[in-house]
């Protein structure tokens, strides 16, 4: 949501009082909210405001916000990827999902948007944003269209498994619950994949990135030298062989002589 919105007349004082409450304490756990005053009378200001956005945003914003509150209120308590009985049962790495990211701040994505899946810690799945980015996606980095860009986006294209062309936001990776995972679509090529979780690698951890390319060149540096130093050894061998011949050939013609 791009849109700023005029908060003029907006209040906002018993929604500061409520903040009292949001330690993360037992004592604050051990409460009810209906029982506090401070957070009640929170909920009705915070009523008042949010009719008073709604009526300021486009459909597809003030959709998306009811929407993202109403999965929320649904999916909650889903620590896992909860798929309708229809649907396919297990997550792939590759996999392009439709996600519900919530409500954003400035320069996020947010709402229900595609991203693809490119690993799993727990029950969590690393996700990368998706966005078609028609206006700005040939500006983005693709290992062989767009070679010469930075990497903190990157180009999807059909041709590679994708439903449709479009942008992976690399840079906004994250972890997210499975609960907000709504559904699951296509599966890209596999060598697609590890070129951009490599991607992800050196967007998130740049200088373990740096270590691990200097750390690979050594290795085949080595690898080269032990290479070559076998086929030394194979070749003194063979020249080993040949005047062991030799010389058991002298030894025999001197004892015939």
Not at 156 to 169: A, M, N, Y
């Amino acid at each position: 949501m791009d849109k700023d919105l005029d908060i003029t007349q907006l209040e906002f004082d018993q929604l500061d009082l409520a903040a009292c409450y949001t330690g993360n304490n037992s004592t604050n756990k051990g409460m009810t909210s209906i029982s506090r005053p401070k957070i009640i009378n929170a909920l009705l200001q915070f009523e008042d405001n949010i009719h008073r956005v709604i009526k300021q945003l486009n459909a597809y914003d003030g959709s998306s916000i009811l929407i993202a509150e109403t999965n929320w209120m649904k999916r909650n308590h889903f620590s896992k990827y909860m798929p309708n009985k229809s649907a396919p049962k297990k997550i792939k790495f590759g996999q392009v999902c439709t996600v519900d990211y919530g409500k954003t701040y400035k320069g996020e994505i947010g709402y229900v948007h595609p991203a693809l899946c490119v690993g799993k810690k727990d029950d969590k799945y690393l996700i990368i944003p998706m966005t078609t980015g028609k206006t700005w996606r040939h500006e983005c980095y693709h290992p062989t269209i767009n070679p010469d860009m930075t990497k903190e986006n990157r180009q999807s294209c059909e041709s590679e498994g994708f439903e449709k062309d479009g942008v992976l936001l690399i840079s906004d990776a994250k972890f997210i619950s499975g609960g907000r995972i709504l559904a699951l679509h296509e599966v890209i090529h596999s060598d697609v994949l590890a070129e951009i979780q490599e991607q992800l690698f050196y967007i998130a951890l740049p200088d373990l990135h740096r270590q691990l390319k200097k750390t690979l060149e050594k290795n085949v540096t080595l690898q080269n030298r032990v290479e070559n130093m076998e086929r030394q050894i194979e070749n003194l061998k063979a020249k080993n062989e040949k005047m062991s011949r030799r010389i058991k050939d002298l030894e025999s013609k001197s004892k015939e002589s």
